[in-house]
């Protein structure tokens, strides 16, 4: 069966690839997650604020303890080079871009349009194959509205593909007003691919210490239908689309593929069950197919998206109708 | 010395370095093997050559020297010893008590006549106090041991003589002893040219590199050393090596003139420099000699004839150096020794010159009349040694008096050795620049003038000169930076007396410390003032102000936290203060001046992030248009006058002695005013008001839940609880706060929460630890930082009526978290770090046990927070008793303690036994009640101390034959004695003593105050560095897991065993002392100390330590060999099983993270291993808190003999 697909100009055997999380830390997980066959290798997000407060929280933190006291002029060994900037980052993208054959994907969420420019170069410079932009912030300031949000997340993405000659996909949240008028928006900025949509860190509550804590779940299938709507109406309107967060079988993957979806990045599964799932889905899709009589995986693309499915009404509505209910006035029947 | 250099010579590079960083650049490069043990001022040399080593970096012959730390300065010598036996090249760096302990082998090395050259930051040896400082009586302690002894004077000195000695070593077969002034030198940062590896390697003979390694035992040409010889050959063979002794002193002359040769420095064993013909000398070696070198030049242009001879090679003293150099028109010479021999005829330089000129007359060879000859002694533990003083000495000898075995530069009004001197007197040095920085440990002001001697050493043709001065605190230290460039070279090294610009970076010292003193008129004075530029001046002091009008001082100011703030650079202000200073002082070009500071900023913060460099250029580019020239007005307007140092009520003593040392005024304090054995009173630190805090806790009793673990947190004994009864509250301030207590026991009581404004540090444990918070608010608790000016005024007054409250009494107090806090704190207001994870144990010590407490401290963070002058933490109840405190050494605090409980049981079994002597004429006493008393709680004690009271009433009136009893009887009440330290001491150099003493049977209590590094002298690592931290010595992270003290100790069975994270487990840590005390037998506490040293937040101390204790990494248990009579397992448990990974903990800490970001992959095993050794350790833990003990009957309990009479 030809699951082939194309993806950030990449020419990919299978639509299968990890999406960005901590399983590549490892190099022998990365040795793992291609002979399970991956069809890229997805790095986990260089988070650029993070290492802009880990350097200026350790400078403030151990240089002030320095050079007050007569018999200790400093408390901790200095080494010799930059230990909290990106090179752990690149290094190890670059490790493993020696050990791996298939594309690898390095990852950033940046906060400022100079980091992003910065870090992406150098990201490309260790060898990266194309880039995911991670925009997500949480918009919490009453003073910036949702056009300035939009704004500065075209900028930066203006700014990266200025920066770098490799491709770059943008990896959303499904929290903008407009999101199919963004996203057109984002691939006229030169996008090369969105990708729907990121799971992050949420605050919890314990309710006794009355304290906050960060948790984050595992993604479940039931968080697939949101995306699948989004893959269905931004199918044909970008360049390309991948889709990560609820794919647990290959019948999941079936049906992102179906709505529009070029990659599908697998993450929970993998933790739950193994890298070895990568082939595991793979195979399902593959008996999928063959048992529903496909040729091969592209005549599934896209077929059930905003154009192409039989009732893309469906995808618009936010409540369900009736059969009753489902007159359409002919002058707004597209 | 020579000037200049031949111009064939290759130009080296200059250098702007410290004394420590010249001499180890020599040693690493031309040495193999370095073993190491830090000790201050010398830790930098052992630090840098690991470092180097560490980076890779070569030796001469394309080595990387082998560097390793020991376990004590006597290991170090150890190694060292078997490491030249062995062929190698190898070197050590120590000082004071380190030297000391070097001595044995320092005597079998010299006597096996080997090459090896070690390096001295001389430094005091503790007498009757400790000191960091610099001064001779260690290396004079060792001039018998058959060293060579070479003297550096300056940073360039230290450098050059490094080389010499190597090589002198290696022709002459005599080891060297090089040595140059602790803190002076070792720390003065100075301009130098820096020899090449090619200038070493042409000055270092391969050939006797060769010879030396051929000497190494070796199985292949083997030989035998070490013999023991008796009396018919010991002699002989003892001066059989007397011609290479007799040869040296060619030699190293020989090596200085290859070195002038080649480098176009000369040097000479005894260097001459003053008039041709002076009839007046001074001798002295060290830096010192610079100091003189300077003044005696200026003397001889005012037409003095004087010199001043320095004395470089001082073992094997060469008589025949000393005369060829000294002019033959001498008539008087005055010695200087920067020692004290307490009872000898003099100190030793002048008991030498006065021997070699006297032989040397006597056997016809002294080529002029003999001299008169004085001797006197200066520059004890850095005492300063300035111009005036020089000129002083020198004019002794011209008068009728020359007094003979004077002091210079203290008021002796008891034994009247002093010399008066002009305390004014200075040189004319034209076109030299002299500046003095106060500032904050906390703001960078010594990191950015480091810098700052950089550009200008660097970047200029200047000379350029700064040494740092630092006060005793750990906490809210001041430094007071001495800045001098200039066209000649600079070698005056005493601390400037008079500044072209003063800069002062924190505007609160304003009300504390005149820092305008040594303004010279005209100067310049730039001040970070919190003020717009036209408030600037109202804000002054009256003081300040006239003295700005007085001198004609041109002011400017800057609001420099707010431009860091700007910057997003927290309260570093460093880069800031430092372009004004260029901007203002002109001594270079502004643009080129801002241009070279990011270069310095690019270079001292590139390997700490981009961001670090981002945020300081940010702060540079913002800092000139924050700077304004204040014009000053020509009438002084303020009314507010600087505060007084200390409050009125303080008693005598502290008025007296202690106020003027807290104003950085203790010179001025003659000998009388000091004890004559080193004891001080306790309970001084109260009298020191610092205000450091920029906020302080403030208590909300609404939503207290009255827990008490704010006060059992607090490193500074700064927030307090106490219980009263109601009508105590009569004439509370206004503000004053309290509430109902809520308790059964004591219904009806008052209840506070109090914080001491003026004391505390602002850490926020006591913020973070509240387990109170307001339900519909819960960022609001029940106690909450405020910022601490505007309420200091109404806190100071709340909290003086706090204490006065009265204290409960003990009997009424439960042993647990709460009740401790009821207990009154005797140790109080430490100069530790804020949020100090170590002072909470010492404070609960005292709380739970001080009145009746002897404690003793091993050398470390606890001894220097503990009983570093001006101020005395440790203090006393309202009946006047408190702990009795003492440090002996680092190496034997173990021992030391011990002996402190073979006294006390001795006194007490002379008591007992003079007691029953007494029996029947006591009347109504009953001796038996006395000597049978339960003392087990604060009942027994009470009722114990209120029955010697009256036995001793009754004594009073009795015989001559009581007195005895009567000393004795306090001892009659139980005494509990406590071994303080850290884990340096314990894992490490005093482990040997800690073992011995555990292994006896005696009742005492040690307490290891566990940071897990030497946190004193700068976060070296020690045995209990965990695995995959890094610290000095360990700059990859450990590869070997933490010593399991408390496994090693439980091995004896008999002593009872204690691992505590007061952070993680409160309650396990009071019942841990309390058990541990009521043990009568060798107790030890081994408690977790968060440390800044570990790299984070201090603030976050307690988090660290609930992870350390939920990840096991510092499992928490309970060995009480008193449960094995009971037939229960004596080991207990008291955290569970690994509840997060241990890389949770792990990940927040920077000495972690390095070596995380240094070698990932490296730390992924270390990581797992760390893992796998922590839930082994616990696996093993777990089996044996299920051991129950058999009593098979045959074999004593393991609980050991009472040592106490009392039995407890």
Redesign the interface.
């Known amino acids: 069966m030809d699951l082939s697909t194309t993806y950030l100009g990449f020419q990919l055997p299978h639509p299968f690839m990890p999406g960005a999380s901590p399983l590549i830390e490892?190099?022998d997980n990365v040795k793992r997650l291609e002979d399970a066959g991956a069809s890229a290798i997805v790095m986990h997000s260089l988070f650029e604020e993070q290492?802009?407060r880990?350097?200026?929280?350790?400078?403030?933190?151990?240089?002030?303890?320095?050079?007050?006291?007569?018999?200790?002029?400093?408390?901790?060994?200095?080494?010799?080079?930059?230990?909290?900037?990106p090179?752990?980052y690149l290094?190890?993208l670059a490790r493993i871009k020696q050990t791996v054959r298939v594309p690898v994907i390095a990852s950033l969420n940046g906060s400022t349009p100079g980091g992003w420019l910065?870090y992406a170069k150098l990201m490309q410079e260790a060898g990266a194959d194309a880039l995911e932009l991670n925009v997500y912030s949480i918009a919490s300031d009453p003073a910036v509205d949702g056009a300035a949000v939009e704004a500065r997340t075209l900028e930066m993405v203006r700014t990266v593909k200025a920066a770098v000659t490799i491709p770059v996909a943008v990896k959303l949240s499904p929290f903008y007003t407009s999101l199919a008028h963004f996203s057109a928006k984002l691939d006229q900025a030169g996008a090369d691919a969105l990708i729907l949509f990121n799971r992050f860190y949420q605050p919890d509550i314990e309710p006794k210490k009355?304290?906050l804590s960060r948790v984050l779940n595992l993604s479940h299938p039931s968080e697939l239908p949101l995306r699948l709507r989004w893959l269905a109406i931004l199918s044909s309107r970008v360049k390309s689309l991948a889709v990560t967060g609820g794919v647990h079988s290959g019948e999941d993957a079936i049906k992102a593929v179906m709505a529009g979806a070029d990659a599908v990045q697998v993450v929970s599964a993998l933790l739950q069950r193994g890298v070895r799932t990568l082939q595991t889905l793979r195979d399902e899709m593959v008996r999928w197919l063959e048992e529903h009589e496909y040729e091969s995986l592209e005549q599934a693309r896209g077929s059930m998206n905003l154009a192409a499915c039989p009732d893309p009404g469906a995808y618009e509505r936010a409540n369900y109708m009736l059969i009753l209910q489902s007159w359409e006035d002919p002058a707004t029947r597209s | 010395m020579g000037k200049g250099e031949p111009s064939e010579m290759p130009k080296r590079n200059c250098v702007t370095v410290d004394g420590n960083e010249a001499c180890a650049s020599v040693a690493h490069r031309t040495n193999e093997v370095i073993a190491i043990y830090p000790i201050t001022p010398s830790s930098a040399m052992g630090e840098l050559s690991d470092e180097w080593s560490a980076k890779g970096q070569r030796n001469i012959w394309g080595a990387v020297p082998e560097v390793v730390e020991m376990q004590s300065e006597g290991g170090a010598a150890g190694a060292v010893h078997g490491s030249l036996q062995a062929g190698a090249l190898t070197t050590t760096f120590t000082a004071s008590q380190g030297l000391l302990l070097m001595i044995p082998n320092m005597y079998k090395i010299a006597g096996e006549q080997t090459a090896f050259c070690m390096h001295v930051a001389a430094r005091t040896v503790a007498t009757h106090a400790l000191s960091i400082f610099g001064d001779h009586s260690d290396v004079m302690a060792c001039r018998q041991t058959g060293f060579g002894m070479l003297s550096s004077g300056s940073v360039q000195e230290a450098h050059d003589f490094a080389c010499i000695a190597q090589a002198a070593t290696l022709r002459s077969r005599i080891p060297f002893l090089h040595f140059f002034d602790g803190f002076r030198t070792s720390h003065e940062v100075a301009k130098i040219e820096a020899l090449n590896d090619d200038d070493l390697r042409a000055l270092i003979d391969d050939t006797c590199v060769a010879a030396h390694h051929a000497r190494g035992l070796s199985p292949d040409h083997p030989v035998l050393r070490g013999t023991a010889q008796n009396p018919d050959v010991f002699f002989q063979a003892r001066e059989a090596g007397n011609g290479l002794y007799l040869d040296a002193p060619g030699i190293v002359q020989a090596e200085m003139d290859r070195f002038a040769e080649r480098v176009g420095r000369q040097y000479r064993l005894f260097d001459y420099v003053g008039h041709p013909d002076a009839e007046r000398v001074l001798v002295l070696m060290g830096s010192g000699a610079e100091t003189a070198h300077e003044t005696v030049l200026h003397l001889v242009s005012m037409g003095e004839r004087v010199g001043v001879l320095k004395v470089r090679l001082f073992r094997p003293f060469s008589t025949q150096a000393l005369i060829a150099a000294m002019p033959r028109t001498v008539r008087g010479l005055v010695v200087l020794d920067r020692t004290k021999e307490p009872g000898a005829v003099g100190e030793p330089l002048y008991l030498d010159i006065l021997t070699a000129l006297r032989e040397a007359e006597g056997a016809g060879e002294l080529p002029f009349e003999m001299p008169r000859v004085i001797g006197g002694r200066y520059g004890l533990s850095s005492k300063e040694f300035d111009p005036g003083m020089v000129k002083a000495v020198l004019d002794e000898l011209g008068t009728d008096r020359r007094k003979n075995h004077f002091t210079i530069g203290i008021i002796d009004d008891v034994t009247h050795t002093s010399l008066d001197w002009d305390r004014d007197y200075e040189i004319p040095t034209p076109g030299r620049f002299e500046a003095l920085f106060y500032g904050l440990g906390a703001d960078g002001t010594v990191g950015a003038n480091k810098n700052s001697i950089k550009i200008i050493g660097e970047e200029t043709d200047n000379y350029a000169q700064g040494y740092f001065v630092y006060d005793s605190k750990k906490s809210g230290a001041i430094t007071i930076s001495h800045l001098r460039f200039g066209t000649d070279p600079i070698r005056n090294a005493s601390l400037i007396k008079r500044a072209n610009f003063v800069a002062c970076h924190q505007f609160g010292f304003l009300e504390r410390l005149d820092v305008l003193e040594l303004a010279s008129p005209g100067a310049t004075f730039l001040l970070n003032a919190p003020h717009p530029p036209e408030q600037v001046w109202s804000h002054l002091p009256r003081e300040v102000q006239e003295t700005i009008i007085e001198k004609g001082l041109r002011l400017f100011a800057i609001d420099g936290y707010t431009v860091a703030r700007e910057a997003g650079m927290g309260g570093r202000i460093n880069s800031i203060m430092q372009t004004c200073f260029f901007a203002i002082s002109g001594v270079l070009p502004r643009e080129e001046a801002i241009t070279q500071i990011k270069k310095a900023i690019e270079k001292s913060y590139g390997k700490k992030g981009a961001e670090v460099v981002k945020r300081n250029f940010a702060a540079v580019d913002a800092a000139l248009a924050y700077l304004h020239e204040i014009e000053v007005p020509a009438d002084v307007t303020a009314t507010k006058m600087r505060q007084p140092i200390v409050a009125d009520e303080a008693p005598d003593f502290v008025k007296r002695v202690t106020a003027l040392m807290l104003a950085g005024k203790g010179e001025l304090l003659p000998v009388s005013a000091f004890p004559i054995d080193g004891t001080w009173p306790t309970g001084t630190a109260k009298w020191e008001k610092r205000n450091i805090a920029l906020e302080i806790p403030i208590w909300d009793p609404a939503i207290c839940i009255q827990c008490n673990k704010c006060a059992l947190v607090c490193p500074h004994a700064a927030i307090r609880a106490k219980v009263y009864e109601p009508g105590a509250l009569e004439g509370a301030p206004v503000a004053f706060l309290s509430d109902d207590f809520r308790s059964k026991e004591l219904e009806g009581h008052k209840y506070t929460i109090q914080v001491a404004p003026e004391d505390c540090t602002g850490c926020q444990l006591c913020v973070n630890v509240c387990p109170a918070k307001d339900k519909a608010r819960p960022k609001h608790k029940a106690i909450d930082m405020h910022p601490q000016p505007p309420i200091r005024d109404r806190e100071r007054e709340n909290y003086a009526f706090f204490l006065d409250l009265p204290e409960l009494d003990r009997r009424s107090v439960k042993s647990d978290v709460k009740g401790s806090q009821f207990l009154e704190p005797l140790f109080e207001y430490s100069g530790a770090c804020a949020g100090c994870g170590e002072t909470p144990y010492v404070k609960l010590l005292t709380q739970l046990f001080g009145d009746r407490a002897l404690i003793a401290n091993a050398t470390g963070c606890s001894s220097i927070y503990g009983g570093n002058l001006p101020t005395t933490p440790f203090t006393k109840n309202s009946d006047g008793r408190g702990p009795a405190w003492s440090n002996s050494l680092f190496e034997d605090n173990a021992e030391f303690g011990m002996g402190f409980r073979l006294a006390v049981d001795s006194h007490v079994s002379a008591a007992r036994a003079a007691l029953q002597t007494m029996n029947g004429s006591l009347g109504d006493i009953i001796i038996s009640e006395i000597l049978e008393a339960d003392q087990s709680d604060e009942a027994g004690i009470y009722n114990q101390r209120e029955r010697i009271l009256a036995l001793k009433q009754k004594l009073a009136q009795n015989p001559p034959a009581a007195k005895r009893l009567e000393a004795l009887a306090d001892y009659l009440v139980r005494k509990t004695v406590w071994i303080v330290g850290g884990d340096g001491w314990a894992y490490d150099i005093g482990f040997g003593g800690l073992d011995h003493v555990l292994a006896s049977h005696r009742d005492v209590n040690v307490l290891v105050l566990d940071t897990e590094v030497y946190s004193n002298t700068g976060g070296q690592q020690s045995k209990a560095t965990p695995l995959g931290a890094v610290a000095k010595f360990a700059m990859a992270g450990k590869e070997i897991p933490k010593k399991d003290l408390g496994m090693m100790a439980m091995g004896y069975g008999h002593v009872y065993v204690a691992q505590i994270a007061f952070g993680a487990k409160d309650a396990q840590t009071v019942r841990a002392f309390v058990e541990a005390e009521s043990y009568n037998g060798p107790s030890l506490i081994i408690a977790y100390s968060h440390c800044i040293a570990h790299g984070y937040d201090m603030a976050f101390g307690l988090d660290q330590q609930k992870l350390a204790v939920q990840s096991a990494k510092w499992p928490l248990f309970r060995f009480d060999p008193r449960r094995v009579r009971d037939g229960k397992p004596p080991l207990i448990l008291d955290s569970s099983a690994p509840k997060v990974p241990v890389k949770d903990y792990m990940r927040n800490e920077a000495r972690f993270r390095m070596s995380e970001k240094l070698d990932p992959e490296r730390y992924k095993k270390l990581l797992r291993w760390a893992q796998r050794s922590t839930e082994e350790r616990f696996a093993v833990y777990e089996q044996l808190s299920r051991v129950v003990v058999p009593q098979t009957g045959a074999i004593p309990a393991s609980t050991p003999a009472p040592a106490d009479p009392e039995g407890n």
């Open positions: 490892d190099i290492i802009r880990e350097q200026i929280g350790a400078f403030v933190h151990s240089e002030s303890h320095d050079q007050s006291f007569a018999e200790a002029l400093t408390f901790l060994p200095a080494p010799d080079r930059d230990i909290l900037g090179e752990i290094n190890h910065e009355l304290e």
